[in-house]
């Protein structure tokens, strides 16, 4: 069975050292205090470990004072048993020098978190500039739309009492008094000249369009009678100005070309969805399904949504 260092409890070597007091096996170096080639010059049967030296309380019988070797080998272990405790002062510099680290990288850190909640704070103050300037950008939106469509009925207003014409031909030495009492006597409507206040052609952007003519009566309500009593013929423009064209004269109110074209876009719209009576009255549009429905009123493409 292999002998067990006394120090250490590890298992020993083939070569190992004795001690002379009490037999204590150990290894060379730490454990012993001598080393392998001391050992082989010392004399064995008077070496003793530092254990049985330091029970015997009397000084050596032949009172033989320390050698020189005994006193480095005595050295050097107590170098070795310091070590760890050198480690030790390595590892906590070590460590100061970490905790320097991380108070720096916690400084950092506050430093971050400073400045991520100073920027939270921006962002909160720029998105309460943003929702305000929004809320004046839609007051401002609302404020043009009301003024715009103020606007729109103040032109349209300013042709109540006016009537479109189209489709009626334009013939040398014409004169439209007369052609609008021929087509008076067509849709049976009261005629009287001085009933009209001006009347002239407008020119067209189109070669192949007769030029429209616009008639101020001098009362909406006379204009508003001549509309009412178009639909009580089919007028044939030959037949009212003794020319060659046979287009079909319409009477329309007269309007600006804002509602012109949202007249028109609603019509687009609308038939699709089943509304075949789609006019323009009263500074607005009005559209049907059936003669017997109620109106839905149209003034702007957002009201469109209305017809379903």
Not at 35 to 64: H, M, V
Not at 111 to 130: A, P
Not at 169 to 196: C, F, H, P, S, T
Request: proline letters at 4%.
């Amino acid at each position: 069975m292999p002998y067990v260092c006394t120090v250490c409890n590890d298992g020993l070597p083939y070569d190992f050292v004795t001690c002379a007091s009490k037999g204590c096996k150990l290894h060379f170096g730490p454990c012993s205090g001598i080393q392998e080639a001391s050992w082989r010059k010392t004399d064995k049967t008077k070496w003793k470990c530092l254990a049985c030296r330091k029970d015997k309380q009397t000084p050596p019988e032949d009172n033989k004072p320390v050698s020189g070797d005994e006193l480095r080998e005595f050295m050097n272990m107590i170098n070795q048993k310091l070590k760890p405790i050198e480690q030790i002062s390595e590892m906590n510099d070590t460590i100061k020098e970490l905790k320097k680290s991380v108070d720096f990288m916690s400084e950092q850190y506050d430093g971050v978190v400073t400045r991520l909640e100073e920027l939270e704070e921006q962002k909160n103050v720029q998105k309460t500039q943003l929702q305000n300037l929004q809320s004046m950008v839609e007051e401002r939106d609302t404020l043009i739309s009301n003024l715009q469509e103020r606007i729109r009925e103040n032109e349209q207003y300013a042709r109540n009492r006016n009537i479109e014409i189209s489709g009626l031909e334009e013939v040398k030495g014409e004169d439209l008094k007369e052609i609008m009492k021929n087509i008076a006597q067509k849709i049976k409507v009261d005629y009287n000249e001085d009933d009209i206040d001006v009347i002239h052609r407008i020119p067209t952007k189109r070669s192949n369009e007769h030029p429209k003519v616009i008639a101020q009566f001098t009362t909406r309500r006379t204009r508003n009678q001549w509309l009412k009593c178009k639909k009580n013929a089919l007028v044939a423009s030959s037949e009212v100005t003794g020319g060659q064209a046979f287009s079909t004269v319409y009477l329309n109110t007269h309007l600006t070309p804002e509602w012109k074209h949202l007249l028109w876009a609603a019509k687009q719209y609308g038939r699709p969805k089943g509304y075949k009576i789609i006019w323009f009255q009263d500074n607005k549009i009005n559209a049907k399904k059936d003669v017997t429905d109620r109106p839905v009123f149209i003034k702007s493409e957002k009201d469109f949504e209305k017809m379903k």
